[in-house]
DNA sequence: GGCGCTGATGTTATAACGTATCAAACATCT
DNA sequence: AGATGTTTGATACGTTATAACATCAGCGCC
């Protein structure tokens, strides 16, 4: 059975900087304070409150501040851009590079990642009937996530 | 074989003010004038796109303006949002209402509508394993069309 | 023929999301 | 030390979208 993502916070960060490193790139102090926001949050954060939580222990930093941090972790596989939403959330498991489908909860904000390759295929082969080629990418599925739908979903973020 | 969409725009644009009129709603000038230019653009349009075509006769035109009228024609089925690119098209078949797939090219932004209900059910299947209900959505997928893939896939909008 | 209801529009302002630009700091290599 | 490349700081701006409130047009009604 796959591992249960039981991981501390700490453990995630050094294996993203691990991640990182192997990749010649560098898990800086501003990349990790996003990344650890993303992975403590309990669903997909907006860029603008990732500022505003850094804003805390650091006045001076402004939106390019962020916004380099979040594209730096979205093309190492750190985290995801949720387009439907403008709002980024930390991969569950940048180890292994996928594309998926994210189930996003319309109502607390959690996701869940997914893959399904019969899906990928399918979907690959309906665009091909119209010469039409898919670039890898995300699925993004919005609907209710089992907590919410048992009515205990209070809203969370 | 199915009908080839060869309707010409006014065409269009009465079936559309028909299919409002059979909802109890009504397409007004404003409606109809941004309908129109969904219809005439060759792929999406962003909503300062409209705005500023409906400025060239009415001036006074503001967001607000355009926004009011895309979220009607959004509510009524005539046009689709696309979330990921914070654009707008029309609908190709507005009279079957339905969520589907849209195929966005990435280079000329034409967008391909389309429907599988094996890959609906497919989707709805996974999400179900993790007890997510999946709510009526578009499904946007970026890629290049047939056109572009071709080399002669000149940017147009 | 005026009254009140409802839906649509006008108008101003502002919120929310994202990027360009250029300069300064820092690291790394030789 | 000096050259080079990457990261960060800081200001300003561009883009996307909505809040709030006033006004207007149509329509049923008495």
């Given at each position: 059975m796959p591992h249960a993502h039981t991981h501390s916070l700490e453990d995630n960060l050094s294996a993203a900087a691990q991640w990182c490193a192997k990749r010649g790139e560098k898990l800086t102090e501003q990349r990790r304070e996003v990344l650890a926001l993303l992975l403590s949050a309990p669903g997909s954060v907006k860029a603008y409150d990732l500022l505003a939580a850094i804003q805390k222990q650091?006045?001076?930093?402004?939106p390019p501040t962020v916004y380099r941090a979040l594209d730096f972790l979205v093309a190492a596989g750190l985290a995801h851009k949720l387009e439907s939403k403008n709002a980024f959330v930390a991969c569950c498991?940048?180890?292994?590079?996928h594309h998926g489908v994210m189930l996003i909860?319309?109502?607390?904000?959690t996701v869940k990642e997914l893959t399904d390759p019969v899906l990928e295929a399918r979907l690959a082969e309906d665009a091909k009937a119209w010469g039409f080629s898919v670039a890898p990418q995300d699925i993004e599925v919005k609907g209710l996530c089992a907590n919410c739908r048992h009515g205990d979903g209070e809203a969370q973020a």
């Open positions: 650091k006045p001076t930093a402004a498991d940048f180890e292994h590079p909860c319309n109502q607390c904000h």
